[in-house]
């Protein structure tokens, strides 16, 4: 079964850092990264890494998050610092499947930011 399963989401205040894994298992993985969706907002485009090692962030977080992947370990993570309210959302972890190009999601991880 491929399966992306994520940890590391919580509450943390406004200037804080969390770190957002996610470990996959059952496939390896072109592209991992995150998204994340806020109430009443679509989901969005957080980070991306691929395989080559080519990373791609919107520009909100830029400067302020950091995605990173263990091969060995099938895993991606996100490190999240000077988090702000706006940060606030449900993160999933994202992968794009080596040879079949297929989409797989995690289950989400909530992150909250108090201000």
């Known amino acids: 079964q491929v399966q992306l399963v994520e940890s590391g989401g919580g509450l943390v205040q406004a200037g804080g850092s969390l770190r957002l894994s996610c470990l996959a298992s059952?496939?390896?993985?072109?592209?991992m990264g995150w998204y994340r969706q806020a109430p009443t907002k679509q989901r969005e485009l957080v980070a991306m890494m691929s395989s080559d090692g080519t990373t791609d962030y919107v520009d909100a977080v830029k400067g302020r998050f950091t995605i990173s992947r263990d091969y060995a370990k099938k895993a991606v993570y996100l490190q999240m610092n000077s988090l702000k309210p706006e940060d606030t959302a449900v993160y999933y972890c994202?992968?794009?499947?080596?040879?079949?190009?297929?989409?797989?999601w995690g289950q989400g991880t909530l992150v909250t930011v108090s201000s």
């Open positions: 994202y992968g794009r499947r080596i040879i079949t190009e297929s989409e797989v």
């Open positions: 059952g496939s390896s993985f072109r592209l």
